[in-house]
């Protein structure tokens, strides 16, 4: 069997969900040998290839309008789909804002932080999502395979989701795997 695609996006997230996938440290040589990354945030490749992959990953959740067509892009072009992370599985911390008006969000992000330097209260509309309504975990947008929670997920649990890929197997969640720390 030659070795599996495989593709990485993250949406509304910190990186650390990404970083736990680094953390995979030397693993990530062993993986290499199995699986080829074609796109990733952490890669200069940014958008899975037209012809697809066998396992996407989508970290963060769902929150504007290109992170809608990042998640469905994704979806259209991968076979086993994995929301990785709480963002992602649950909306997470994003979902915060939920309970903000939107125009009332942009206005803090953009004009009120005590670290922004906008004195003409400028909220940019070109080249940035447009808000949706509601911060949302990706199976709101688009159907999910695999579910792997944790804020971030340890990179135990990632390695064990990703070899359960690549033996052909779909993971089993429990005990050790949805350990906190």
């Known amino acids: 069997m030659g070795k599996i ?4 996006e993250w949406l ?10 680094l953390d995979i440290d030397e693993r990530i ?3 290499l040998e199995h699986a080829e990354i074609t796109s990733s945030p952490i890669t200069d ?14 970290t963060g959740a769902v929150s504007n309008t290109h992170q809608v067509e ?5 979806r259209e072009h991968c076979k086993i789909l994995i929301a990785l992370g709480d963002c ?46 509601r911060a949302m975990a990706v199976d709101e947008v688009v159907p999910v395979d695999v579910y792997l929670p944790g804020c971030p997920p340890s990179a135990d ?4 989701v990703i070899t359960e890929l690549l033996a052909g197997r779909k993971p089993v969640l429990s005990g050790e795997v949805l350990k906190y720390e």
């Not at 490749?45 to 989508?58: E, Y």
């Open 29 to 31: 040589l062993t993986l």
């Open 70 to 74: 990042a998640a469905k892009e994704m």
């Open 88 to 133: 992602a599985v649950f909306g997470g911390i994003c979902t915060m804002r939920n309970f903000f008006p939107k125009e009332e969000v942009l206005r803090r992000g953009y004009i009120e932080t005590e670290s922004t330097h906008n004195p003409e209260g400028i909220i940019p509309d070109e080249g940035i999502g447009i808000l949706t309504d």
């Open 5 to 8: 695609r495989l593709a990485t």
């Open 45 to 58: 490749l940014k958008h899975p290839p037209a012809d697809g992959v066998d396992v996407g990953i989508l």
């Open 157 to 160: 649990a990632i390695w064990y």
């Open 12 to 21: 509304d997230a910190c990186a650390g969900c990404h970083m736990s996938i």
